[in-house]
């Protein structure tokens, strides 16, 4: 009996029009463009504008450039996760209003939280849904607007992050091609390392915890550093030796874009030449849970049919892992 895997089919991004460079940066915070360039590998980053827009405008915008590009009926599609680490709103699920908003009238969604490694662990849960064989059609989509929990005073974090939005469609494949293979973890120490202290139920909100600034991203940049590189590239290099794959077998590394000097160390432990690593770092800095799907977006016209992926993030919590995936079509 062939075995059901789950394949991605089609993709789509969004990224905001408004370009913040490291030279604006230079009048927020004591910092230059040579600085954040050698240190993040970070050159520009895209910020969403207007009033009212969360990370539900972004994620919608996304997934209409995939149902446009492909052609795909919404109401085909039959689940809608949006992985993201700034929904719009407390309670009611972003997830549900965009997929409402996109017509996937037929589906039922729901959010999906583990920091920068939210994309990869909803693409573990895409994959398990259709290899279960009840549904067909799972639309993952990775959205954040980080510039709404970033303090633009500190410097540790400003530089870094950005808003953007990546979708990915997942349906059934019986030709051996999709998700392979997977290895994901998780370590509570990380909360100490990376997280938002107040909002939550531990410390629900006061006029002093906004005062406080107790609402936007902390960061402890050396610890959280020193465990992405082992931790991604530990499990990137798992996915190789598990599958029996050597560096030749692979033709795309598609990291989680935090830091250009993780992503190198990722690729250098795997043994891929940067001419196999997807890189956009430079254009939209670390989009949290869009950095994987709008890297395929962008590749999207360089992948070919069987072409061996492996995925690698690493987020706050700690939560990492890796992903093969063997790529289904060709564009």
Not at 184 to 205: H, N, V, Y
Request: hydrophobic letters at 40%; a neutral charge; proline letters at 2%.
């Amino acid at each position: 009996m062939t075995k059901t895997t789950a394949a991605i089919t089609a993709v789509g991004k969004y990224v905001p029009e408004y370009i913040l460079t490291n030279k604006e940066l230079e009048s927020y915070v004591e910092t230059n463009d040579e600085w954040i360039t050698s240190r993040t590998g970070i050159k520009e980053r895209r910020i969403l504008k207007g009033e009212g827009l969360g990370t539900s405008y972004m994620a919608i915008k996304a997934a209409e450039d995939l149902l446009q590009k492909s052609n795909a009926n919404p109401k085909d599609i039959d689940m809608v996760i949006v992985a993201t680490a700034t929904p719009d709103l407390p309670v009611a699920a972003t997830a549900a209003y965009v997929a409402t908003s996109i017509g996937a009238t037929n589906a039922f969604a729901y959010d999906l939280q583990a920091a920068c490694s939210s994309f990869l662990y909803g693409m573990s849960t895409a994959a398990s849904y259709i290899e279960s064989g009840r549904y067909k059609r799972v639309l993952l989509i990775g959205a954040d607007k980080m510039s709404s929990i970033i303090d633009y005073t500190d410097r540790a974090t400003c530089i870094i992050f950005g808003d953007g939005a990546g979708a990915a469609l997942f349906e059934p494949n019986n030709d051996g091609l999709g998700l392979q293979d997977e290895y994901l973890r998780s370590d509570g120490i990380g909360r100490d390392f990376l997280r938002i202290e107040a909002g939550g139920s531990m410390m629900p909100t006061t006029a002093d915890t906004v005062k406080n600034k107790k609402h936007f991203v902390y960061q402890e940049g050396k610890t959280v550093f020193k465990y992405a590189v082992s931790n991604m590239a530990d499990v990137s290099a798992k996915m190789l030796t598990r599958n029996n794959l050597t560096e030749k077998d692979i033709q795309w590394l598609v990291a989680h874009q935090a830091n250009k000097r993780i992503i190198e160390a990722t690729a250098n432990r795997v043994g891929v030449g940067s001419d196999k690593v997807m890189m956009n770092i430079h254009k939209y800095g670390n989009t949290t849970s869009a950095t994987l799907p709008l890297l395929l977006a962008d590749y999207e016209n360089q992948l070919k049919k069987g072409d061996n992926l492996i995925f690698a993030a690493f987020g706050g919590g700690f939560t990492w892992g890796a992903i093969y995936l063997k790529w289904a079509y060709n564009s």
